[in-house]
């Protein structure tokens, strides 16, 4: 009996959700299919949409188009994408960290930035080892490159400009071969 009665709860509670939800739909101009047959409609049900006049306007916050900016410029440096690599890109007018997850091993560190003057670069391991010791930068756009070990797992880089204005990095780690 206690298995029967179990059922038939179920089956009112389901009852009760779609009631609620029939309920709460009066009234809406919902435009898809009526309950019931296929095919048929509710009156008053039109296929469009009621609002009109909307218009999207273009983004208009000055971070949004610096973000795209720094995105399309990281994604034309360095290039073509070599086997195994692992990038990254910032941009800031004070000292910034960026955090890489690489395995243990050999690798070339392909760095360039581009703004005015040259940056001080360094490289530590996630366990604090220091990578490649500070070493100036020029920000002419040309590719600083160095070999580096990692004996842990991970890479922060540190990107010190000094004061001024923006500069921007792209930098990344390839496997040695």
Known sequence: MSALWGTQTQRTRVLFVSAALVVSLTGCEYGGPAEG???SSSPGATAQPRSTGVTM???SDPRASSLKDMSDWSSQQLKPALPGQ???SASSNSTIGYGMTARPG???LHFLCEGPADVELSVASWAGAAVLEPVRVACDGGVFAAQVKLDTEGADFTMNPGSGPDRRYAFRLVPAS
Do not use: I, L
């Open 37 to 39: 047959a296929a095919g």
């Open 57 to 59: 306007a273009p983004n």
């Open 86 to 88: 692992v990038a990254g």
């Open 106 to 108: 050999n690798y070339e």
